[in-house]
């Protein structure tokens, strides 16, 4: 079985300041894919970017990125010049396979911006 | 049209009752999932729909049932429900293509039994 686990249960941070999301997941399968979901107060659950396991480069979408380091199984989340709007609860989620398969989330961070 | 809908937002019911989640998508994807979703906890799989066959089912009390009567859309009935099953609700949808497995999640039902 798949594990998620985020050791950071909440962080804050002042506006335009960057943040780290931890991340680390056990599994014995080779291959995978990792996501970071955020869940605003308006509880729906909104895909940041997710990573290939296969896939050596880390992944970016806008001012966000990872840090990948799969022998270490590791998947961390920066947010740059981070904004208000990025308040949240944010995710790690593991899912096994090529599609179709159980996402396994782990506990959740939730992150308070702060103006 | 990047949307997964879910009626009712809101739904309070009796022990005895029966009633029923609706999910719709119209982005042709054709993976279909129930998540459920307790206060300050991570969601956690019910079902999962491929090609509206049932594909997983995490053994989830029989008092749940899933239907997909076609590709759009997802029911999930609910009998004889307890208190401890009020939760949020969260329907999701993929494209269901192997190596396409990004999820687009509705806002959910939140279900209260009394």
């Known amino acids: 079985a798949q594990t998620v686990t985020q050791s950071q249960p909440e962080m804050s941070v002042q506006e335009a300041e960057t943040v780290t999301l931890s991340c680390t997941y056990d599994t014995s399968e080779s291959n995978y894919y990792l996501f970071w979901y955020k869940q605003p107060p308006s509880r729906q659950m909104i895909l940041v970017i997710r990573q290939e396991a296969y896939k050596q480069q880390n992944a970016t979408e806008n001012r966000f990125s990872v840090n990948f380091q799969k022998a270490a199984k590791s998947f961390s989340l920066k947010i740059s010049d981070s904004q208000l709007g990025d308040t949240a609860m944010y995710f790690c989620?593991?899912?096994?396979?090529?599609?179709?398969?159980?996402?396994?989330f782990g506990t959740g961070t939730r992150l308070t911006i702060i103006p | 049209d990047t949307e997964v809908t879910q009626t009712p937002k809101h739904l309070v019911m009796g022990m005895t009752n029966k009633k029923s989640l609706k999910c719709e998508q119209h982005?042709?994807?054709?993976?279909m999932y129930w998540y459920k979703q307790k206060a300050k906890k991570p969601p956690e799989l019910m079902f999962v729909y491929s090609y509206e066959k049932l594909s997983i089912n995490e053994s989830v009390p029989s008092r749940f049932s899933p239907e997909c009567p076609n590709s759009s859309l997802l029911n999930l009935h609910l009998h004889a429900l307890q208190p401890e099953d009020s939760a949020l609700y969260l329907c999701?949808?993929?494209?269901?293509?192997?190596?396409?497995?990004?999820?687009?999640f509705g806002s959910g039902t939140q279900l209260s039994v009394l």
């Open positions: 999701a949808s993929s494209r269901g293509d192997r190596g396409d497995e990004k999820l687009f």
């Open positions: 982005m042709g994807h054709r993976a």
């Open positions: 989620a593991f899912m096994k396979g090529f599609g179709n398969e159980k996402l396994t």
